[in-house]
């Protein structure tokens, strides 16, 4: 496959920030005395989830260490391009359901050992393997072998019959079933190859990475910072611009911009909602703001008593909770315009996004309706509960979610509330443990433009319980067929109205409650040169300089 495709940079998303709202606390240590070299970024950044193991991250706190630290086969511009890196050639047979890779020579990791063939096999295997429970597993559900590795009685080290190892620099990928999007999926961080090393402790690995990205980890001091200097030995075509980047943990978004101001901090991808009246005019900043591809939304447990999904009374309870919120109110009154009222569940960015799907009246405010869908539920069961809305307090969510809740009181009548937990990592570990009985903030940053991206990782039934980013486990049988068919049509007509008729059940069904779509924002502080954020809301860390 030599010729370009459109995709993200790969950096989760499970879990995504509001417009990357994640966290923050002033992170300690001068970044300038923990690296080799004088030229080093300072990034915001929130406590990683989990270890640094590419198959095991979902959530932007690790993705944004995560895609510096590994290289893929391919990688992606500014703008979504897909280039070969570690792959010289992916080459489809006619149906596209066998690829064949060939690697570029010359890779190693930075401890010195190759890059093989196997080093991509053996990674993907393992993180499908259900044994070793990692959050990116659904990634690989359409490779031939997988449902085999989600057996019982697994050791953990079994591999993916459709991945064959045909020498040190080919290896071929045999598939379920057509896939012409899949050599744009295999960017996306799940995908990094690993080394021999990381099967041997793959604990200690996570704490101390060894990739074959443009950076290397010198040290992780939890809560604090996350420190990478530049890899001299770095194979990839765009080498970075500075010596390194420190990722500084906060716990609000606020201190940091603070730091930004004082030029403490160099960059983050987010503006404190306090600040997007002014940022773009505040001469102590330099400020970006342009059209992004995250999408924001809450989600409910598709099981929820008396919110299922799959029952009438839980789809009207549903359909009303949508119809109270007012969308427009939110992006002008707490988000000052950074962000654009949703529509359907993928982004304005995104080949196939649509305005006029049918149910996406359900995404419009409209208090008498909603009420009208409420009552029609209560008359068939009643429920006298009160809904809580969990997020995390370190992300710059309480404005949004207190306007949802008084939004959802006047305009519904029902008793509702907000549930904020300290930081981002304690959030996300419950929404995984499932623990969280009401809604709960969700969104999704893409890993590649397609509607295929937002649709099957978040409300396929094999992202489900735990395999994936399906954190509502939500299954509707009808959606699955219609993803599938969408995955194997080669007419991208076709495939769209595949899409759009998967959207409008779940617009119906409404498994997640689309809110808004996130502008990138950010800001840098004043004398950093390259600062621009890329089609994935994020920095281009590896282009700036001071």
């Excluded at 989600?150 to 591999?159: A, R, S, T, V």
């Excluded at 295999?186 to 074959?212: R, T, W």
């Amino acid at each position: 496959m030599k010729k370009k495709k459109k995709k993200a940079i790969a950096v989760v998303a499970g879990a995504c920030a509001l417009g990357m709202l994640l966290s923050g606390c002033g992170g300690s240590g001068d970044a300038s005395n923990n690296a080799s070299g004088g030229n080093i970024i300072t990034a915001y950044n929130s406590e990683p989830q989990n270890a640094l193991i590419p198959g095991d991250t979902n959530e932007t706190g690790g993705g944004k260490v995560g895609q510096l630290l590994f290289a893929n086969l391919v990688r992606y511009d500014s703008k979504g391009d897909t280039k070969m890196e570690v792959a010289e050639s992916i080459e489809p047979n006619k149906d596209a359901t066998q690829y064949t890779v060939k690697l570029k020579d010359g890779w190693k990791f930075t401890d010195g050992t190759p890059v093989t063939a196997e080093s991509f096999t053996k990674s993907w295997s393992y993180t499908a393997n259900a044994k070793n429970a990692q959050k990116c597993s659904s990634f690989f559900s359409s490779i031939k072998g997988y449902d085999d590795l989600q057996k019982d009685g697994l050791k953990g080290d079994e591999q993916l019959v459709g991945l064959k190892v045909v020498d040190d620099k080919t290896f071929t990928i045999d598939l379920n079933a057509p896939d012409s999007v899949f050599p744009v999926k295999i960017g996306y961080l799940a995908f990094a190859p690993l080394p021999e090393s990381f099967y041997k402790d793959p604990k200690a690995f996570g704490e101390k990475p060894v990739g074959n990205g443009m950076y290397k980890l010198d040290k992780w001091d939890h809560n604090s910072q996350i420190v990478l200097t530049k890899n001299a030995d770095y194979k990839g075509e765009e080498k970075p611009k500075n010596d390194g980047v420190t990722f500084k943990i906060y716990t609000s978004p606020d201190s940091a911009y603070a730091d930004v101001q004082a030029g403490n901090l160099d960059v983050m991808d987010t503006v404190p909602a306090a600040n997007t009246k002014t940022f773009e005019k505040d001469s102590s900043v330099e400020a970006y703001n342009k059209a992004g591809s995250v999408i924001q939304t809450f989600t409910m447990p598709a099981g929820m008593k008396h919110w299922e999904t799959s029952t009438k009374e839980g789809q009207l309870r549903r359909q009303a909770l949508s119809m109270a919120i007012d969308r427009e109110q939110i992006v002008s009154k707490v988000l000052n315009g950074v962000g654009t009222p949703a529509t359907d569940f993928t982004a304005p960015v995104i080949p196939g996004y649509s305005k006029d799907l049918k149910n996406a009246k359900y995404l419009k405010a409209n208090p008498a309706e909603a009420k009208k869908l409420w009552a029609e539920a209560e008359a068939i069961s009643k429920w006298d509960g009160t809904l809580t809305f969990a997020f995390n307090a370190d992300g710059g969510a309480q404005p949004i979610y207190d306007a949802i809740v008084n939004q959802v009181k006047n305009n519904l009548g029902i008793k509702a509330a907000t549930s904020p937990m300290p930081t981002f990592q304690e959030f996300r570990n419950a929404v995984s443990d499932r623990k969280i009985e009401g809604a709960f903030r969700t969104g999704w940053q893409p890993d590649y433009p397609s509607a295929e991206n937002y649709l099957y990782q978040l409300y396929d039934s094999a992202a489900a319980d735990g395999h994936g980013a399906n954190d509502g486990d939500y299954k509707n049988a009808e959606v699955d067929a219609l993803l599938a068919k969408a995955a194997s049509a080669t007419n991208d007509d076709e495939q769209i109205d595949l899409y759009h008729q998967a959207e409008e059940i779940l617009l119906e069904q409404l498994p997640a409650v689309p809110l808004y779509y996130s502008n990138a924002d950010g800001v840098a502080a004043k004398g950093v040169k390259g600062f621009e954020m890329d089609w994935q809301n994020q920095p281009i860390y590896e282009n700036m300089t001071k």
